[in-house]
């Protein structure tokens, strides 16, 4: 059955960091590259950072000098290391595959149900 439980989530002051989890089902460790998406409040979802079985990694140039993502095949994680957080990292994050749609129920892209950061001033 697939499943993406993404958990890790908080409040946590400016500053502060955080590593987020991401437990899918078997499948994902057969995906090359997995990543860590998030969505602030009225905003369209965007990459935070990807990393390929091959160690490759992707991660958006404004954000590359304080997230890590990392990937454990044998549990089927993803994890995301965040630091020097910032009030803009405020948003819901998600993993799946990079780019999305390797992960799909009957057709249709799958999406786990996220977890929430809160960073406060």
């Known amino acids: 059955q697939v499943q993406l439980v993404e958990s890790g989530g908080g409040l946590v002051q400016a500053g502060g960091s955080l590593r987020l989890s991401c437990v899918g089902s078997e499948e994902i460790r057969y995906i090359d590259t997995m990543a860590w998406y998030r969505q602030a409040p009225g905003k369209e979802r965007e990459l935070v950072g990807a990393?390929?079985?091959?160690?490759?990694?992707v991660y958006p140039d404004a954000l590359k000098h304080r997230i890590t993502v990392s990937r454990d095949n044998a549990k089927n994680a993803v994890y995301l290391q965040m630091n020097m957080l910032e009030l803009g990292d405020t948003g819901v994050y998600y993993c799946?595959?990079?780019?999305?749609?390797?992960?799909?129920?009957?057709?249709?892209?799958?999406w786990g149900q996220g977890t929430q950061v809160t960073v406060s001033s």
């Open positions: 990393r390929s079985n091959g160690g490759g990694s």
């Open positions: 799946n595959s990079y780019p999305p749609g390797r992960i799909s129920i009957e057709g249709r892209e799958f």
